[in-house]
């Protein structure tokens, strides 16, 4: 469509290829305005597959988008969407905001300070699914929760990068259970962490309101992975929600309201700055864990 908005993609690696390229290229808000990635090889294949240029340097490619989506490692996503944010390019960032505290509050300054629009890639988050378990969980009363997130990734694929290897769960699979029980079971106000980063995370989350929930999180599981769960408890029933219930448009959801925002819509909730919350919560939790 005419109107759609032109998005740069930086990165080139696998979730840039199965998500984040055919979202942005299929419209039709949205089209993929070019690529680049460290690796130019990288970059070149994945444009090519698309119809999109590649382009040799950053810079060129803000020039030829009005937003930049990112899927790269969080350190080098604090610094690049941070240049994007300055040059007055909308942000889509994944999750975590940045390798560590500090880089999320550059991050996400960097972001108001431009006043540009900013959504986070917490995937589940827009599906019709998650929405109405979150819809029906704040209708409970809820007093309690629990959420699991029990992967392989330390056997190894194409998720078993550098940072998920070096920073174990917390910050993989962390930002996805906390911001979903944020979400249910009213905003975190403190958390407790324990068991080993690259082995076990056990994580007790206090909530505005009273109500309290565990998370466990792990990359070791040696057989085959369940989906990640979150159950929510309250004085009116109880409400569930796996990941095999993502729906199907989760992720064109999240790019036509990224674009809609761009265009002058509502500004999206999941921002830099809920991004940087939740930040700030793994943190916490990483300092206890001795991280």
Sequence with gaps: MSDSVAVGLVGAGPWAGMVHAPVLAAGPSTRLAGVWARRPDASAALAGEHGAPSFARI???????????????????????????????????????????????????????????????????????????????????????????????????????????????LLDYGPHIIDLLDASLGRVTAVHAH?????????????????????????????DPAPPRVEVYGRKGTAQIDWSELDDDAFPVMAAEFAAAVRGGPRPPLDAAHGLRVQEILAAAEAQLGG
């Design 195 to 223: 068991g080993d980063r690259l082995a076990w995370v056990a994580l007790t989350l206090e909530h505005e309101g009273g109500a309290t929930s565990q998370a466990a999180l792990s990359m070791a599981r040696a057989d």
């Design 59 to 169: 810079e060129e490619l803000f020039d030829a988008c009005e937003a930049v989506a990112f899927c790269v490692p969080p350190d080098v996503q604090a610094d690049l969407a941070a240049r994007a944010a300055r040059a007055g390019k909308a942000v889509l960032l994944e999750k975590p905001l940045a390798m560590d505290l500090d880089g999320a509050r550059r991050l996400a300054g960097a972001v108001a300070e431009a006043g540009v629009v900013s959504q986070m890639v917490f995937s589940l988050r827009y599906s019709r699914a998650a929405r109405a378990f979150v819809d029906r969980a704040r209708e409970l009363e809820p007093f309690g929760g629990f959420g699991t997130f029990i992967a392989s990734a330390l056997k190894g694929g194409p998720f078993a990068t550098p940072w998920r290897l070096e920073k174990g769960p």
